[in-house]
């Protein structure tokens, strides 16, 4: 059964401080990964996207890897600022279909306090 | 900045009644889609459309119906709403030109609807 599995389910951490959000999926076969910022009473928005062939890619305070052999991936947020509390989701599609089905992770809930 | 818009941004309505969830974009995206979250939960698909006059089912079974006369118009229709219909309804859409596998989904700020 394909799924994404995200870890932690919530966070809290000081401003300033960095952090790591963590993406498992046995989605296969792979096509690429989604990582999507959203904030409260708001919709997704996308932050970056990893395929097959990246392993990292930066997106100002935002790093995301790809280990696609382990099917991992994370999410570093460098420097944290109040405007970083959101859940944080990662999504994967696969290559399965013209449409490129996804599957979505639970997200990860982050508070940033001052 | 994604040009997609959703109204009502909040509905609480009772039971038994009938309503429309509204969702326009102006990118001219024909693939446009319906989601469904619950707190803590991952986003369910429950509609989606290729284009005009395309709409078909998602993952999660719902008893919601949508049309897609316009491309830039999506609505979502529940004809007798029910408590467990209570959730956040999101719209999307995505860039076809960018490829199915690639392409970003650019949501609207959701529906949050209440059924008493």
């Known amino acids: 059964k394909n799924q994404v599995e995200q870890s932690p389910q919530s966070l809290i951490i000081l401003e300033g401080k960095n952090c790591t959000l963590q993406?498992?999926?046995?989605?296969?076969?792979?096509?690429?990964l989604r990582w999507y910022k959203q904030d409260t009473g708001r919709g997704p928005v996308s932050l970056t996207i990893m395929t097959f062939s990246e392993n990292t890619k930066s997106n100002g305070r935002y790093t995301a890897t790809l280990d696609a052999d382990t099917k991992q991936s994370s999410l570093h947020i460098t420097a944290s600022q109040l405007s970083d509390s959101a859940s944080y989701i990662c999504?994967?599609?696969?290559?399965?279909?013209?449409?490129?089905?996804?599957?979505f992770g639970r997200g990860t809930q982050l508070t940033v306090w001052p | 900045e994604a040009d997609i818009y959703q109204t009502p941004r909040y509905l609480v309505i009772g039971t038994g009644k009938k309503i429309t969830l509204e969702c326009s974009q102006t990118m001219g995206h024909d693939k446009m889609y319906w989601y469904q979250q619950d707190p803590g939960m991952e986003l369910h698909l429950i509609h989606y459309s290729y284009g005009v006059n395309s709409t078909e089912k998602g993952d999660l079974s719902s008893e919601s119906t949508v049309s897609r006369i316009r491309t830039e118009h999506f609505p979502l229709t529940l004809e007798s709403a029910r408590p467990s219909h209570t959730s956040q309804y999101l719209c999307?859409?995505?860039?076809?030109?960018?490829?199915?596998?690639?392409?970003?989904?650019?949501f609207g700020e959701g529906s949050r609807l209440t059924v008493l």
């Open positions: 999307a859409s995505s860039d076809p030109s960018r490829g199915a596998n690639t392409g970003e989904l650019f």
């Open positions: 999504v994967v599609s696969d290559r399965g279909s013209t449409l490129g089905r996804l599957y």
């Open positions: 993406c498992n999926y046995t989605v296969s076969p792979f096509s690429n």
